[in-house]
């Protein structure tokens, strides 16, 4: 099972960096594990940690923001580079619940969605506002409903709709990873099979 989602008010942890590949959002290095325990304090560790494992001043977030926030605001092509799972693995894990872009890699994407992290592609246009609203006002809060589908930027009439599959999207609403769901549905499947002997 993963966290249910229906409606995320938060703060936002602001990347203003395109193209954030895999290597990037967790380092090569660590991919040795085959659960997800320990892999959000991993997460972007190259770019967050220095070689003495102390936080880097120089990067963009303030520890207390990226403790904080569930919304991670990042520039375009999100997600590129590997097809590796420990990427959703790892930003589920620093606490995010929501990644915001204006595009994402395919295969990011689809991993994030299978690991109860949401994906939600905004307009070049409506990513700009919300990174010009955080850094005049940090404390600034998205509001993400996914029943429907629609981002806002709070103080603001700034809304979009995004899109995600009507499958994943009951998936997050009710908490299911792929197996939940069939397990969810397990009459209906032996009910199927019956009918067919």
Known sequence: MIEKFSTLYSTAAALEIENIDTDQIIPARFLKAT??????????????????????????????????????????????????????????????????????ADIFRNNALNNGLLPVRVSDDFLNAIFERVKSNPDTRLIVNLEEQTIKIEGTDMCEEFEVSAYKKECLINGYDDIDYLVSIRDEIEKYENDRK
Do not use: M
């Open 35 to 104: 659960t997800r325990e320990g892999f959000g304090e991993k997460a972007f560790y190259d770019w967050r940690y220095d070689d003495k494992g102390k936080i880097r001043e120089d990067f963009p977030v303030e520890e207390d923001r990226w403790s904080s926030s569930k919304i991670l605001v990042a520039g375009k092509n999100f997600g590129c580079g590997s097809s590796r799972e420990h990427a959703a693995w790892a930003i589920y894990g620093a606490g995010f619940r929501v990644v915001v872009s204006s595009f994402f």
